[in-house]
């Protein structure tokens, strides 16, 4: 097995085709949200694991913007180009598209430059243990059972999501525990999957139901050693023309920054219970 081969995340099922710079992925319940279309963590995670695979190289960057909300059932054929490949960094695009039409688009970094020269400027936030802090609840008064939920365990860090900060706008710490069930976080493409949250902080932000579309999604890998839980930092930064907007940080349980995210999202709630 290469290197290539070992940073695979097998929840995606991306498939190979006889283009080696072309994967389909099958649209199935369990990537998308509760409302039937595409979740956005399971579109980037695809992109950056078809990057990784097409170039051969770690991914270290990653921004997608979406077109599209394609439904479980359809199948998404991601072409992969590389206009600049040198000595020891890539540049590699994704476009996703269905019968031809664009869904979203990914532009990617990658570097072969050897490690051991890292330094962490900040630290984590000093919340409790997994094991200490409270299961999540759903954050939509609907059943979420058959969608991209159900892959995942969700433990409160800091302050209040969903239902539980509507009418109270968070302004402190917000923070949640996550993994993966049957897989661990680390690869780009692991990180890109939990890390498409910030949504979720611009509605405790602002007192409000969560509901969301996102327009851009940028994840910067620091450091993929795996961890079996990683805490999400979320930071709500600003909320203007109904765009949201805010950053997240990925922590491993010991203390390592793993990555950073930013978020542009369109905040709604018309397409929710209580919203």
């Not at 199948?75 to 490949?85: F, G, M, R, S, Y």
């Amino acid at each position: 097995m290469t290197a290539n081969e070992n940073r695979r995340f097998d929840l995606l099922d991306l498939e190979s085709t006889e283009d080696e710079h072309r994967y389909r992925l099958a649209v199935r319940a369990d990537l998308a949200t509760p409302f039937g279309f595409l979740y956005g963590g399971s579109g980037i995670a695809a992109a950056a694991e078809a990057a990784e695979r097409a170039t051969g190289r770690p991914l270290q960057w990653i921004t997608t913007q979406f077109i599209g909300s394609p439904a479980p059932g359809s199948v998404i054929d991601l072409q992969v180009t590389i206009p600049a490949n040198g000595r020891a960094t890539t540049q590699s695009q994704v476009v996703a598209t269905i019968d031809g039409d664009l869904v979203f688009t990914a532009l990617c970094a990658h570097t072969i430059r050897e490690s051991g020269d890292g330094e962490q400027f900040v630290v984590m936030p000093k919340v409790a243990s997994p094991d200490e802090c409270s299961t999540m609840h759903a954050p939509f008064e609907i059943d979420v059972s058959d969608s991209f939920f159900r892959t995942m365990e969700r433990r409160l860090g800091s302050g209040s999501f969903g239902m539980e900060a509507v009418g109270q706008p968070q302004h402190g710490g917000l923070s949640m525990w996550c993994r993966i069930v049957d897989d661990v976080i680390g690869s780009p493409a692991t990180q890109a999957y939990v890390a498409d949250i910030i949504p979720m902080g611009i509605g405790a932000a602002l007192g409000a139901m969560p509901g969301a579309t996102s327009v851009d999604n940028t994840l910067r890998v620091i450091d993929p050693e795996p961890s079996e839980w990683v805490l999400l930092e979320l930071i709500p930064e600003g909320f203007h023309r109904s765009l949201g907007h805010g950053s997240l940080r990925v922590w491993s349980e010991d203390g390592r920054l793993m990555a950073t995210a930013q978020q542009t999202c369109i905040v709604r709630t018309s397409h929710h219970h209580g919203g």
